[in-house]
């Protein structure tokens, strides 16, 4: 599908991003801005911006009503949410496609399923991806707790459901440090993420982390574009990421590329997303971790080994 005008409902590098790829494509940018980003370079290089709130962002990048305000106003044929803010908020992409308004990134559906970490593993489960082995759902209270990691073995990781960003995440490696791990992740999750279940998998000791970038048409298929490798992070946050990855052997890293588009395409997926994996050094075993339903913030390097555009081919 051609765009005539594409809003983005973004800021900063990844705003940027997509409106170099509209002049490229002869596709009108439309950008919208806080009051505090006024003179921010995504405003300056847009072909028209419009204000949409106060410097806050849950007063203007996040309200809904605002960004769909201009969208009409400006006759935009399509939104573009880039990564953080909105773009894996389900309600949005929803409330972009009834207002007859293309959302440029997965469906409703493809957001809610992956978005919880909880019914992904699911659903990964059901497709036959491996996963991590782990409790059968959520942890009622400790006492399950307790009970889970037994069964599961020590050390075990205890996640938030909702969790991300290193946010509701935490090791024990022993019934003592259990309680208090499952208290902090449940808090976190509560007050972060606005959801306190948890549930336990088994603590990789000698991971790397690997993921996948996936692509998916609306007709059903779904390629990938190799690995990118973030192995290296500090508190659970990535601080380098390497394409390729020379740490996983070959033929792993293929078998993996393999499995991520068919975790893709067991759920539909259309658009740009990462599916993650956990590989086991011991092992050389590897797990599905999550999905990322959006561009995210290391695609650069994606494009810098293939030589895809992966905005334009959004």
Known sequence: ???????????????????????????????????????????LLADRAYVIGPGPSKESY????KILEVAKECG?????PGYGFLSE??????????????????????IIAMGDKLSSR?????????????SDGAIRDLDHAISESERIGYPVMIKASAGGGGKGIRVAHSQD??????????????????????????????????????FGDKHGNVVHLFERE?????????????????????????????VAVWAAEAINYVGAGT???????STKDFFFMEMNTRLQVEHPITEMVTGVDLVQEQ
């Open 177 to 214: 440090e259990l309680a208090s791990a499952f208290r902090a992740c449940q808090f976190e999750g509560k007050n972060y993420f606005g959801d306190d279940r948890v549930f336990i998998e088994r603590f990789i000791q000698n991971p790397k982390h690997i993921e996948i970038q996936v």
């Open 122 to 134: 699911d659903l990964m489960i059901e497709a036959g991806v491996p996963t991590v082995p782990g």
């Open 1 to 43: 599908m051609v765009f005539k005008r594409v809003l983005i409902a973004n800021r900063g590098e990844i705003a940027i991003r997509v409106i170099r790829c509209c002049r490229e494509l002869g596709i009108e940018s439309i950008a919208v801005y806080s009051e505090a980003d006024r003179n921010s370079a995504h405003v």
């Open 62 to 65: 996040l309200v809904i009503d």
């Open 89 to 110: 908020n389900a309600e949005f992409a929803r409330r972009v496609e009834a207002a007859g308004i293309t959302f440029i990134g997965p469906t409703p559906e493809n």
């Open 230 to 258: 973030c192995s290296v992070q500090r508190r659970n946050q990535k601080i380098i990421e390497e394409s390729p990855s020379i740490s996983v052997p070959q033929e792993v890293r293929e078998e993996m590329g393999r």
């Open 275 to 281: 599916v993650e994996f956990i590989f086991d050094n």
């Open 76 to 80: 935009a044929d399509a939104i573009h």
